[in-house]
């Protein structure tokens, strides 16, 4: 099944997503495919989907976004370990009730303390500290975390935040036990969710088993997941053609990838669909050449970002800034103002001779080239458009050498600022501007990868983020947006599609279109054989 012109799968597809409760059936293992090996299943510790689709089933949330809804918004959030919640009038404190009876996978009681635990070392505030702590700027507004007995928690901010409930809902905010530490927990992570974590073997396997005693009595519907780690791209495509797996890594499949399906194994489901993933362009700012502001103009301007969606994604893919382009995306400019912004005009050969006009004035030229490294992540994803990159960069005087690195460290690498010129993914752990903004552009941020500081923009940041109206607030995101790539912040390349593949007895999988990160707890997932 194919729809390579819209970002959402086919009506049939989302029927065979779905099947009415009484056709579910218990039990079974679901093989599914995984990319790469990840660093640790500890989610607060990591920064990919690599750990959270299959970390995230070992968890739960006080809040969560609809697992069966295609776009995630506010109105798709529904309660999970909280089972309600309300704000104070003036926006800066929300208390949630919590579940009862709710127990860890080791048998200790969940509580409200676990709650605080959990943001107090968001927040840096406990003596638990974790290894890397990539989402500390979500919570930037958080003043503390009080609780009122074992079923009372209120978040307390310093401002009003009316999309702080986006934050808690996506796949990448679970609860955390206050009694395990942080090391533990990414040897050995501890849940609440529906399946427990049974072995890890890096470069090999991840395995999760049923959770006997979760606080949802009919689920989850499979015995246990099998995540087989594939490094290779044809061969994953290969063993799900073959049948040896029931579902392909989410988003994995790439559009030529879902024609091999369709004429291979025309039996398979696939949805095709936005990620909320942009590939990037970072410069190293804080160090020559790069904290010459022209020389990252000049780059800027040599994108040919229809090149990229031609040849990664024949044409299906999206270009657009920081945030997801419409209509899968809620926040993104629109195209009549992405084109008003320099390097994204269709006269590629112009955008170039200006290029070259730059480099020539700080001293380049086809005799005297500019070398350098361009960094990258080890997998398929991050490789194929590095090259790109590479071949469009000779076209202003600079030869660019690859170079790969490894899924564990690249997070780490990047951080430190460890490049001079990388290529990088930036998934959207939600469509909001909140954590878009505040993870990867506000000064200082350890995920502002690229060292962009512009405290001006920082106020207007927090402007949008305290306006209740949308449409104003949508506004500001525009305005906001425009600018970081006017400032060559991170310049957007493309904002990437991928397809997720299953065999027809896979039942209860529903691809979200606007982030990759908040639809695998994979406790209404069963198999129909």
């Known amino acids: 099944m194919r729809n390579l012109s819209a970002g959402l799968a086919p009506a049939l597809a ?125 919570y930037g507004n958080l003043e503390s975390v009080t609780v009122e007995g074992d079923d009372r928690a209120t978040f307390h901010l310093k401002r009003p935040q009316p999309a702080f409930l986006a934050l808690l809902a996506s796949g990448l905010s679970p609860v955390y036990p206050c009694h395990v530490s942080p090391a533990q927990m990414r040897a050995h992570p501890i849940g609440t969710g529906p399946f427990k974590f049974v072995a890890f073997k890096p470069n090999e396997s991840i395995t999760l088993a049923r959770n006997e005693r979760y606080w949802k009595p009919d689920r989850p519907w499979l015995d246990g997941i099998e995540w087989t780690i594939i490094p290779n791209r044809s061969t994953q495509m290969l063993a799900f053609i073959a049948g040896k797996f029931d579902m392909t890594f989410p988003y994995e499949v790439t559009v030529a990838g879902m024609k091999d399906v369709e004429s291979q194994a025309p039996r398979a489901v696939c949805a095709m669909s936005p990620t909320n993933v942009s590939i990037n362009l970072l410069l190293n700012r804080d160090a020559p050449p790069f904290d010459n502001a022209e020389l990252r103009h000049a780059f800027a301007l040599a994108l040919d970002r229809r090149a990229f969606t031609h040849i990664l994604s024949e044409d299906q893919a ?88 490894e899924t564990a460290v690249w997070p780490a690498r990047v951080a430190r600022k460890q490049y001079a010129v990388g290529l990088n993914l930036t998934g959207a752990g939600v469509d909001d501007p909140d954590p878009q903004f505040y993870e990867n552009y506000v000064c200082g941020s350890i995920r502002n990868y690229s060292g962009y500081c512009n405290p001006g923009l920082d106020k207007l940041i927090d402007q949008q983020s305290m306006e209740a ?41 529903t691809p979200m279109v606007n982030s990759i990160y908040n639809g695998w707890r994979l406790e209404d997932a069963w198999l129909d054989k």
């Not at 989302?14 to 640790?40: E, F, N, Y």
């Not at 945030?323 to 103002?337: A, D, N, Q």
């Not at 269709?346 to 700080?362: G, H, P, S, V, Y």
């Not at 109206?469 to 400032?487: F, G, H, M, N």
């Open 14 to 138: 989302l029927l065979l997503c779905t099947a009415p409760a009484h056709a579910q059936k218990r039990g079974g293992i679901l093989h599914v495919i995984h990319r790469d090996s990840p660093a640790s299943l500890s989610i607060h510790e990591e920064s990919t989907i690599s750990t959270d689709a299959p970390g995230m089933a070992i968890f739960n949330n006080l809040v969560i976004y609809r697992q069966d809804a295609r776009q995630h918004s506010l109105d798709t959030i529904v309660p999970e370990l909280a089972t309600a919640w309300t704000w104070n009038a003036d926006k800066t404190a929300i208390s949630f009730t919590l579940r009862r009876g709710v127990t860890w996978h080791d048998g200790k009681p969940f509580g409200a303390q676990d709650v605080k635990c959990t943001w107090d070392m968001l927040t840096g505030r406990s003596a638990a500290k974790l290894r890397l702590n990539p989402r500390e700027a979500w």
């Open 318 to 405: 999206k270009i657009g800034g920081a945030m997801l382009p419409p209509p899968e995306g809620i926040w993104g400019m629109p195209p009549e103002m992405l084109e008003t912004i320099p390097g994204y005009g269709r006269d590629i050969a112009q955008n170039r001779e200006a290029a070259r006009a730059i480099m020539r004035k700080l001293g380049y030229s086809a005799d005297k080239r500019l070398p350098l490294k361009v960094s990258t992540r080890n997998i398929a994803l991050y490789r194929d458009p590095a090259v790109i990159l590479i071949d469009q960069l000779k076209e202003i005087y600079v030869d660019g050498e690859l170079e790969t690195v």
């Open 469 to 509: 109206d949308p449409a104003k607030r949508r506004q500001l995101v525009w305005q906001i947006d425009k600018t970081l790539q006017e400032d060559v912040a991170r310049p957007i390349i493309m904002h990437l599609i991928g397809a997720t593949c299953w065999w027809p007895q896979v039942r209860g999988i």
